[in-house]
């Protein structure tokens, strides 16, 4: 038993060492009693001056209040992401990005683990974003012809209520009243975007798109307004990505995932036209049109207190909703030949088509990717197939096992239940992506292009 104990040990400690974050580990009385090697790099210090000593003892500007760590062990809460400051021994100044967890054994707290991100490095990379943003847009205003890669033409359908859609798109675009764009993931929110700066006044101006949920919280404030020198350690003068679209258009994508308190900030310049650099005092007019994408309904986004009121609806002037794939049915055979046609070129192959048997399938099938997941099975499908035709056999293995689950099921059990078979076809469409991605639940959520956390409590539904 002791060697057992003694090799899980070993185990856990070579898994700690080989994670390329900072590992900080405190019992209740705040003394250290895991510390890595790559926490010891961001904080300056050595393992062995950190490691059995309490907290004060190596970090002595921290305290009570200020310190995640203590912080989480008196309240059991966690804490996600939060920028840290503070000075080690040597009397060094450390930034860091920390998320905070509480220990528990059964329902007792016995400490808390800090895993640590240099916060510095993800500062440098914000401002190299900005530099390469910044040599875009001086770039492509010596190119005002390119702003844009896509126009609403290149938005493909024989859809009437899409084709009203773009229609409305063109006259509305002429306006300099913001716009919000939802659709589900894979409908074409960013292709429809391009579209509207085109169709704009503002087309010989900049076009920015930036996604919010692609920095950390605590960078998108600077990544948007700017820095001024001294703002933060290394922090030099820099403007943000409503200076360098102005004149344009700033298109700013997942806005559900922006911090509330950023969103009021974001309200403010949708208001007056003003934008305070982070460390300023000063305020900077500029002249950008905000277009805001979204991935989930606004007023679920609404609900779960994910999007500010008062910010929807200033930018609910003009909204936009773009029709998922299952309820246009009419461009799947017109986008499927229209991709075989594009993929022919590429690939250099001849096929004609898709058989009557992929045929029905496509028609049937729900879809959930969108035309991204239409073009992504058409792509794949060429590379590997050698007939005139795409068939079946041809198809992702996703979808291979959907055609086969669905036919045999409905086949044995003659169940009608819309809700039943969703549910069975959820089962499986979960079992497979979990199979796919040898229970990997990260790998499996993005399969199935859903949220991690929804994964999981679809999981613990399942089990349950």
Request: charged content about 25%; proline content about 3%.
């Amino acid at each position: 038993m002791a060697q057992l104990t003694a090799l899980t040990q070993e185990v856990l400690s070579a898994i700690l060492k080989s994670i390329d974050e900072g590992i900080h580990v405190v019992n209740t009385e705040g003394k250290t009693i895991y510390y890595n090697e790559v926490a010891a790099r961001h904080d300056g210090m050595t393992v062995k001056e950190v490691l059995g000593k309490h907290l004060f003892d190596s970090f002595p500007s921290l305290s009570e209040e200020s310190s995640t760590l203590l912080k989480v062990i008196k309240t059991g809460k966690p804490i996600y992401n939060q920028t840290q400051v503070y000075m080690n021994l040597h009397g060094t100044r450390i930034d860091t990005m920390n998320t905070t967890l509480p220990i528990f054994l059964g329902e007792e707290i016995i400490g808390a683990v800090e895993i640590a991100k240099d916060y510095s490095r993800m500062k440098m990379f914000a401002e190299r974003l900005l530099d390469l943003q910044k040599g875009l847009n001086r770039s492509s205003r010596k190119k005002s012809a390119k702003q844009v890669r896509y126009t609403l033409r290149d938005l493909m359908t024989v859809n009437p209520s899409f084709n009203r859609l773009k229609e409305e798109a063109k006259r509305l675009a002429k306006s300099d009243s913001p716009i919000l764009v939802y659709g589900e993931s894979g409908t074409g929110k960013e292709l429809f975007v391009q579209g509207l700066h085109h169709e704009s006044l503002r087309s010989e101006g900049p076009f920015i798109a930036q996604n919010c949920a692609a920095i950390p919280e605590s960078l998108l404030e600077s990544i948007l307004f700017g820095t001024v020198k001294g703002s933060y350690t290394g922090a030099v003068d820099r403007k943000g990505l409503f200076e360098l679209a102005d004149g344009g258009t700033l298109f700013l994508d997942e806005l559900h995932t922006m911090p509330i308190e950023l969103q009021a900030k974001l309200l403010r310049v949708l208001e007056d036209g003003m934008v305070r650099k982070v460390g300023s005092s000063e305020n900077i007019l500029v002249d950008v049109r905000v277009i805001a994408a979204m991935n989930v309904n606004p007023n679920e986004a609404l609900q779960e207190q994910k999007l500010r009121s008062d910010l929807y609806y200033r930018l609910n002037v003009f909204t936009f909703s773009l029709l998922p794939l299952r309820d246009r049915r009419d461009d799947i055979l017109f986008l499927t030949e229209h991709f075989i046609k594009e993929f022919n070129v590429k690939l250099t192959k001849n096929i004609k088509g898709i058989n009557n048997s992929c045929e029905s399938l496509f028609l049937e099938y729900h879809w959930p990717g969108n035309v991204r997941e239409l073009k992504h099975s058409i792509e794949y499908m060429m590379n590997i197939s050698e007939a005139e035709y795409l068939r079946v056999e041809d198809l992702p293995i996703m979808l291979k096992h959907l055609s086969s689950s669905e036919q045999s099921s409905m086949d044995s059990t003659g169940e009608l239940s819309l809700r039943k078979n969703i549910e069975k076809l959820e089962k499986r469409l979960i079992k497979n992506a979990l199979e796919l991605s040898a229970g990997n639940i990260n790998q499996a959520s993005k399969l199935l292009e859903i949220p991690r956390q929804t994964l999981q409590y679809k999981i613990k539904k399942i089990l349950d």
